[in-house]
């Protein structure tokens, strides 16, 4: 369903993303782990067809997100890190204008309303201007605006951000609700929240891919038996930090 084959992107001299190699199979539900910095965001915005890759080739369902940009967005929903939103709108304005953006018809549109609204809990504040919301409430309608047009891959850029223990767990419920069927592959600088979620581990850092697995043949490719995650997390960053400043030395 995605393919990411040696991916490459630059900003001038800064290498972001440096040759990053993975495939996600539709029923994975995958987590993306880097401190800030790694390159989670500029990867992710290459998928959803916001940058384009400066060397290598994704494909999402067999289409280029260069060439095959625009049915590449049809079939994915996207969630971006800031959250953006008209915030004048209200809310249940703002969702329908999304909605008809996607080419809902207007029998879709209905359906697929009353489901992110139920999904997303935002019941109580379908009348009120986005910019009244709080941080949660904000982070649940760019949600449901990811998700109204029932897309298969759905990519999500730190998405617990701003929500409460509760919501929390409200949307790792929504998030095994949505898995089958689809893709999706979502975020976090915290280990430990996406292990809680995820059936699989992307870890990067300085744009390099450190890991890739469950956390359980992460745990044994390190020679480390149960633990602390952030332990772990910290011991892949290590040995990497090793063997560069040992390739710099040679």
């Given at each position: 369903m995605i393919s990411v084959e040696s991916v490459t992107r630059r900003f001038g001299s800064l290498t972001a993303v440096n040759k990053v190699s993975f495939r996600i199979q539709r029923d994975e539900l995958v987590g993306f782990v880097g401190p800030n910095g790694a390159g989670k965001s500029t990867l992710l915005k290459m998928l959803a067809t916001f940058l384009c890759p400066t060397a290598g080739r994704i494909s999402i369902d067999g289409l280029d997100v260069v060439r095959d940009a625009l049915a590449v967005r049809q079939r994915v929903g996207y969630l971006p890190g800031d959250t953006p939103l008209y915030q004048e709108m209200r809310t249940d304005r703002f969702l329908v204008f999304i909605g008809r953006a996607r080419g809902l018809s207007a029998g879709r549109l209905k359906e697929r309303l009353e489901w992110v609204v139920d999904a997303c809990?935002?019941?109580?504040?379908?009348?009120?201007?986005?910019?009244?919301?709080?941080?949660?409430?904000?982070q649940r309608i760019g949600l449901a605006a990811a998700l109204i047009h029932d897309p298969d891959?759905?990519?999500?850029?730190?998405?617990?951000?701003?929500?409460?223990?509760?919501?929390?767990?409200?949307?790792?419920?929504?998030?095994?609700?949505?898995?089958?069927?689809?893709?999706?592959?979502?975020?976090?600088?915290?280990?430990?929240?996406?292990?809680?979620?995820?059936?699989?581990?992307?870890?990067?850092h300085h744009g390099n891919l450190l890991a890739d697995g469950t956390v359980e043949s992460i745990r044994d490719s390190q020679g480390v038996e149960g633990g602390d995650l952030e332990e772990l997390f910290l011991n892949l960053i290590r040995d990497y930090e090793s063997r560069r400043d040992g390739a710099r030395d040679g």
């Open positions: 809990g935002l019941q109580q504040v379908m009348r009120q201007r986005i910019k009244e919301c709080s941080t949660g409430y904000r891959v759905i990519l999500l850029d730190e998405p617990t951000h701003g929500l409460d223990p509760l919501q929390v767990v409200s949307f790792r419920a929504l998030l095994k609700q949505l898995s089958p069927g689809r893709v999706v592959l979502l975020s976090s600088h915290i280990i430990s929240e996406v292990a809680t979620i995820c059936d699989r581990l992307l870890i990067i």
